[in-house]
């Protein structure tokens, strides 16, 4: 099969947040960069860093969705500024050789102009083509009125460490609802997945996926998803007569492509369901979308991609009704 490069989608800010779920995972910095020699990981580490802080701060909501959307935010435009000796001069603060940021002024001091920062990013007012020369930012703190910029005087020390996430509203309200049933630890409740059929060997990974922690490993759920879909038509179509409708060779099965072209057709009648069948066919066509046969090959087979909780979730959300049939084919 011949895959496309999702390379050049994996975000700079998405990337950073797959080296926080490693250290969240229990790994030392030192594990992470001796698991990637090939990437420069500091950079990201700081990346990490600053955007945390960028969340710390109090700004009205509408700006702190954009400044606390992963996949939005233009941390690029942030980056220019972070880089920057002047910049980082004028607010007091310097990183690290692995990245962290160190606090040389009073916190306080410090939030007065990185506040304006953040706020002229999140607003449009510093973009992709504004101040992207050190003279443009140099110019740009110049005119900064004094209410924006830090008594470097008042020395002080913080880290990272010392800012905490602001809540969103969407945040808010989800602590304020209260929900008849919590998202499951794994993809689903068995309840609403049942399971009637008689291999002991599905059931086995038919718990796991029920059971696995996405957030912590969503890769492997991932992958999983795509096996058990496979070895699930399989069974499938055998218990419903319809596997030699589909099978070309008499000493191996038909790959997970085949049995889908064969679902979303005519041809398969145990599935009359059409809204079923268009799914198997996105999961075939849709190459781009978290759910599709392509994007779950390249978690197997491209060393450049992974997947995040919300991917899997979004995958699992589209191919749990043809899933649910394939569990409980009628007799």
Known sequence: MLFRSFRRTWKPLRQAYFYKRQLDNGKTLDEI?????????????????????????DVNESLKEKIHDDRGFPITTLERFYKDKTVTTFLGVEFDEFGKIIGKVDKKEFEKGFKK?????????????KFNSADE???????????????????????SSDFKIQPTTEVKEKKKSKQSKKIPKGLFFQADVPYNLSSTSLRIVYNELKDINVGDFPN?????????????????????????LVAKHSSHNPN????????????????????VKQVANQIKADWASSYSLERMNMIKHNENWVSSEKDVRSAWGKVESLIKILLNPKK
């Not at 960069?33 to 500091?42: G, L």
């Not at 920062?117 to 083509?129: L, M, P, W, Y």
């Not at 492509?257 to 809204?275: G, P, Q, R, W, Y």
Request: hydrophobic share 35%; glycine share 2%; charged share 25%.
């Open 33 to 57: 960069m001796q698991e990637f020699p090939e990437q420069n990981i500091p950079p990201f580490i700081k990346m990490l860093e600053v955007h945390h802080i960028a969340k710390s701060i």
């Open 117 to 129: 920062i953040i706020e002229d990013i999140a607003t449009g007012a510093i973009n992709s083509r």
């Open 256 to 275: 997970l492509s085949e049995m889908l072209t064969f679902v979303a057709s005519s041809n398969c009648k145990s599935i009359n369901d059409n809204n």
């Open 137 to 159: 930012r140099e110019a740009y703190l110049e005119k900064l009125p004094d209410q924006f910029r830090p008594d470097l005087t008042k020395k002080g020390k913080f880290t």
């Open 220 to 244: 492997a759920t991932h992958d999983l998803i795509r096996s058990f879909l496979e070895c699930a038509l399989v069974y499938y179509l055998k218990e419903t007569k319809e596997y030699e």
